[in-house]
């Protein structure tokens, strides 16, 4: 594959895959795919950061649709040619499935693996994480990504993880909240039913009987699927607490990230201040608070994907902010142990059971 080019479809949603299921499985580990590193494109298919534990490490991988044996997997690194050199990571294979035989000769190998079941091995000095024996999931991903996964599809999933009662009403109303088309709200529902992810009982009426599940994947796949698509500016403050008493409302913006976080468990210190604006960030915005264009700023503001809603009218000390799935999507994808803690101080108070 050359260098900085995309991974092929079915590669990309077996990556996804796994790493929603590493962090399904674990519950408060998280892993996800980010940008590889120059120094590694000539021998990785993809990068992962994992956070365990409140230690955060990144392995470079290589992604493979068709593992069976050990030596199917040894192929798979070859074909990425370089060994590691002296005081990098070995390379991380990435599959649909990895049996539990297969896992104990990769282990005995020292190759770390993960696949979309949720069987993982990561062992290195900062942690260690091995998870193996779990059954083939009942479909592999050999299809082009799922529906709910999609951008679109995402913004589905938001709505529904939201909006208290949503998931049990008629297409049409799910689609306005999501603000999608009536057609991709068809497509999604059916991926996540087919998933299990939504259930419907023999009277019709819909439900998620997997909630902890739901969160996962969708917190899991956010920052890679929807939130890299958004409109998004960087900016420098002049006064660092500047977004403190100002007046979002005015300017139909949402405070997310670290500083609502600090707003509602009052115990972190932002250092990146995240806001969500429902359309393009206009001047006068800029102007009352100050900020002027960094692309190494401290200020991210990034358009909203969700059209505006009473019922996601969050408010702390009257200050507009995202929903906590949002807040604590952003907190850990930051990868930032500060950030992990009022995570799951969040998650504690606000996403251990379905909007009700």
């Not at 493979?64 to 060994?83: F, K, T, W």
């Not at 607490?241 to 997310?256: K, S």
């Amino acid at each position: 594959m050359p260098e900085n080019a995309p991974l092929p479809i079915s590669e990309q949603h077996v990556l996804d895959e796994a790493c929603a299921a590493f962090a399904r499985v674990t519950r408060h580990f998280d892993a996800r795919p980010v940008r590889v590193p120059a120094a590694y494109t000539a021998r990785a298919d993809a990068m992962i950061r994992f956070v365990i534990a409140g230690q955060t490490l990144e392995m470079p991988a290589a992604v493979s649709v068709g593992i069976e044996s050990l030596q199917d997997a040894l192929a798979a690194l070859r074909r990425r040619g370089a060994a590691p050199a002296p005081g990098e990571r070995p390379l991380m294979l990435v599959a649909p499935y990895v049996s539990a035989e297969l896992a104990a000769r990769l282990t005995d190998q020292g190759i770390p693996f993960l696949d979309t079941a949720g069987n993982a091995s990561v062992i290195q000095p900062e942690a260690t994480v091995l998870i193996s024996g779990r059954p083939k999931p009942a479909r592999t991903p050999r299809r082009q990504a799922s529906r709910a996964t999609t951008p679109k599809g995402l913004a589905v999933m938001f709505a529904l993880a939201t909006q208290p009662g949503l998931v049990a009403q008629p297409y049409r109303a799910i689609a306005a909240a999501s603000g999608v088309a009536l057609g991709t709200v068809n497509l999604a529902m059916d991926d996540l039913l087919a998933r299990g992810l939504v259930a419907q009982r023999r009277n019709g009426e819909r439900l998620m009987p997997d909630w902890p599940r739901f969160v996962q994947e969708w917190v899991a796949l956010y920052p890679s699927r929807l939130r890299a698509k958004l409109p998004a500016r960087r900016f420098a403050a002049v006064a660092p607490d500047w977004w403190r008493g100002f007046d979002f409302a005015a300017h139909d913006a949402r405070l997310g990230g670290e500083p609502a976080a600090d707003l509602l468990t009052h115990d972190l210190k932002p250092a990146t201040i995240t806001v969500y604006t429902h359309g393009a960030v206009s001047n006068r915005l800029l102007l009352q608070a100050r900020l002027r264009p960094d692309e190494r700023g401290d200020v991210e503001l990034l358009e909203a994907f969700w059209p505006p809603s009473p019922a996601l009218d969050w408010r702390e000390q009257d200050v507009p902010l995202v929903p906590p799935l949002l807040i604590y999507a952003d907190l850990v994808s930051s990868g930032d142990s500060r950030n992990l803690a009022a995570a799951e101080h969040i998650h504690d108070r606000y996403l251990a059971h379905p909007p009700a």
